[in-house]
């Protein structure tokens, strides 16, 4: 089985099928960066671009390494010392790469949308690596296969994700995969940060972070971004800490060996405290897990077939 | 010269007028009506109507013609052509240029502009200074220089201080204030309506709230003086119950909505779309079923475009970054017309809501075929199907949702002033 898509653009309208083939691939290649020589030839003689038009250190190191272990060349391009700053079009930006030969952009923007506007006009595979608020997928792929990797499956858990919903397309792509896996979604922030309609995707609502806790087999923080504060969705830091901050008296409420992640970077004291933190696992794990994801879905979307074990 | 419109279904609601008749028009005005084969045609030109509709000349009371200052969008002449294609026979035109219409001489200078342009031009001067809301403009200048109306549309004047005062000020001149609804607080950065689409596509909302709350205010205070209050481009069931109850009530309000706003729904932005990005946003199907409603039982009066014309490289890329608005000039009336099939409207109702009440709103002579108006005449063809294709508009900017749709009835003749 392969891929049957040019681009990996959103979670939402992915069969499980798909995500399972993913998460699959991923699992085979997560070994070869457990070894000594971290690479296979699989993209070797490609190209893959990095444009990130928003700062990042994790995302864009992650997919710089998948790409170097698949042995392609990967260049890494953000907007201070691109032609953006000179008025150059998005698009102008991307055709003027395209024609310097490369098989895949991944590209990070502010601007919900900007990834498919750009699949849409070029040859090359597209990879959502964050747009706006809208979707980050492949954060989600690897928050699934952590999941799986510590749960068995998804079918049937319940995962709660907590924070600023609204501002968050790292919530908006887990909701989307969790579902389609059969598990069951949990949102809990402030109404100020809960997005209109959020519950007819199939998510149930929380605005009490001890019920939404209670008894889930995974609890995923969101970080808050303080300067929301301004804008009037939380009265401030303390209050917010203390009504949907996670902290070991809340923990307790999950289920026993509950799952802590977080998508970093972290504001410790604020939404998750820092014994929590430094307490689990998992958070590093998730990381580890995003390298052999964004490998499987490179190497399934240029083409290749899930190797069978 | 002479014209002689014959065997044409002729639709003047302003005089009451529904029916076959043949109508004369003599150096410029509409001379006479008289039963079909009635009026002599000899020595008269002979425009056979035979299973169209002449109308009184459509009127557009919501236009961005982009000049002074875009003319790389839009100018008078290219806008006037794409109102005549329409079937207008006379435009609006909002004062957001470069500079903005809030003086004298940017009055003078858009009507001697459109001295030579195919269609009429009526300027709508700023409320404020620049449209800033902060002082109002020299509406007595402005109303002399000639203009219909005073908006600062595209903008709110978020001052509640400031519009009740440009409201008491109208007076004098019994001046029409337009007003844009939107909280400017609330809309903040949004870039679509607020609701499930938006949830899903990650863009930021643009709540009905924000509309509703200015729609609010904006009826307390033409309460409060008294004004001639016309709400623009209503998007939202909330602005369409208050504006009936103001109605109701007897305050001195009208108000208009747009084809688009009857027409389409938030989910037209779904793959991020920015030909369905517009301000205010595309609604919900409840909306647009209180639009319909509105216009209905009369509590919208006008049907206008927002023509608002945007250059292809400003249309396209990221959708936070597009600009708001779409032309509407050449596919209002095929929009309009969906809506008498539907039964929404008779084909009266659309005329008065095309030409009749925007007339009386602008008080100028125009929506009427009466002995002695000007000949301001347009010839439908009702059963015309035909296809939008952008690519053929005369608006110099093609941003439209409605490219390829396929309609029923078009202008096939626009007379201005006789010719």
New interface residues.
């Given amino acids: 089985m392969s891929l049957s898509s040019k681009d990996l653009l959103a979670i939402?309208g992915m069969t499980a099928d798909e995500i399972t083939l993913i998460l699959d691939t991923a699992a085979t290649f997560k070994n070869v960066s457990e070894r000594d020589i971290k690479k296979v030839p699989a993209l070797r003689g490609k190209t893959v671009i990095n444009l990130f038009y928003e700062a990042s250190t994790r995302t864009r190191t992650s997919f710089e390494l998948a790409g170097k272990r698949l042995s392609a060349d990967v260049i890494n391009i953000s907007t201070s010392t691109s032609s953006v700053v000179k008025g150059e079009?998005?698009?102008d930006t991307a055709q003027n790469l395209e024609a310097m030969k490369c098989e895949m952009i991944i590209v990070r923007?502010?601007?919900?949308?900007?990834p498919?506007?750009l699949s849409k006009r070029l040859k090359s595979s597209v990879i959502n690596a964050g747009?706006?608020?809208?979707?980050h997928p492949t954060q989600a792929l690897l928050d699934m296969f952590t999941m799986r990797e510590k749960l068995g499956s998804l079918a049937g858990k319940t995962v709660v994700i907590a924070g600023d919903i609204a501002h968050s397309?790292v919530a908006?792509s887990n909701i989307h995969g969790l579902l389609t896996m059969g598990a069951k979604v949990r949102v809990c922030g402030p109404p100020t940060m809960m997005?209109?309609?959020?519950e007819?995707?199939g998510a149930t609502v929380y605005y009490d972070m001890d019920k939404a806790i209670e008894g889930v087999d995974a609890i995923m923080m969101l970080r808050l971004q303080l300067e929301r504060q301004a804008a009037g969705l939380f009265p401030g830091v303390r209050e917010y800490a203390r009504l949907f901050g996670l902290n070991q008296a809340r923990l307790k409420l999950a289920a026993k060996n509950a799952l802590v992640m977080h998508p970093g970077p972290m504001n410790r004291g604020v939404e998750i405290s820092s014994d929590v933190a430094d307490g689990t696992p998992v958070i590093l794990d998730q990381v580890t897990n995003g390298v052999a994801i964004r490998m499987a879905v490179m190497f399934l979307l240029s083409g290749g077939v899930k190797p069978e074990a | 010269m002479n014209i002689l419109i014959k065997n044409g279904h002729i639709i003047d609601p302003a005089n009451k007028v529904d029916g076959k008749f043949d109508l004369l028009v003599s150096d410029g005005k509409t001379a006479k009506l008289g039963k079909t084969g009635s009026l002599s045609s000899s020595g008269v030109e002979v425009i056979d109507a035979v299973g169209k509709l002449v109308v009184p000349g459509l009127i557009d009371m919501h236009v961005h013609l982009r000049e002074p200052g875009f003319e790389y969008k839009e100018t008078i002449f290219t806008g006037t052509d794409a109102a005549r294609a329409g079937g207008f026979t006379s435009i609006c035109c909002m004062p957001n240029t470069n500079p903005v219409n809030d003086n004298r001489s940017i009055t003078e200078f858009i009507l001697s502009q459109a001295r030579a342009a195919s269609a009429r031009v009526y300027p709508i001067g700023a409320i404020t200074k620049g449209s800033k809301g902060e002082e109002l403009a020299e509406m007595g200048e402005l109303h002399q220089a000639g203009c219909v109306a005073v908006s600062d549309d595209g903008k709110p004047v978020m001052s509640a201080a400031i519009m009740r005062r440009a409201m008491e000020y109208s007076k004098i001149f019994d001046m029409l204030i337009i007003s844009h609804c939107e909280d400017s607080s609330l809309s903040a950065k949004g870039v679509m309506h607020e609701g499930m689409v938006s949830t899903e596509l990650g863009l930021r909302g643009i709540p009905a709230a924000a509309e509703d709350v200015m729609t609010a205010r904006d009826l307390s205070l033409a309460e409060l003086t008294g004004c001639r209050l016309h709400i623009a481009h209503v998007s939202t069931a909330g602005s369409v119950r208050m504006i009936r109850d103001a109605k109701a009530r007897g305050i001195r309000v009208t108000a208009e909505t747009c084809p688009h706003y009857f027409t389409l729904t938030e989910e037209a932005v779904r793959g991020y779309n920015t030909m369905a990005k517009m301000n205010p946003p595309l609604r919900t199907a409840d909306d647009v079923a209180a639009i319909k409603q509105g216009l209905k039982d009369g509590t919208l009066d006008v049907i206008a475009t927002d023509h608002a014309p945007h250059a292809a490289d400003e249309k396209s890329g990221e959708f936070d970054q597009a600009p708001f608005g779409i032309v509407g000039l050449e596919t209002a009336l095929g929009l309009t017309l969906k809506l008498v099939d539907e039964g929404v409207l008779t084909l009266a109702g659309a005329i008065k809501k095309l030409s009749t009440n925007p007339a009386a709103l602008i008080k100028r002579d125009a929506g009427s075929l009466s002995e002695g108006a000007v000949a301001d005449i347009t010839i439908i063809d009702p059963e015309l199907a035909w296809t939008v294709d952008a690519s053929t508009f005369k608006s110099k900017s093609k941003n439209t949702p409605f490219n390829g749709w396929k309609l029923k009835g078009k202008a096939v003749q626009t007379i201005v002033g006789g010719k």
């Fill in positions: 939402k079009t998005l698009l923007h502010a601007s919900s949308g900007a498919e506007y747009d706006g608020f809208h979707e397309r908006r997005p209109t309609g959020i007819r995707l």
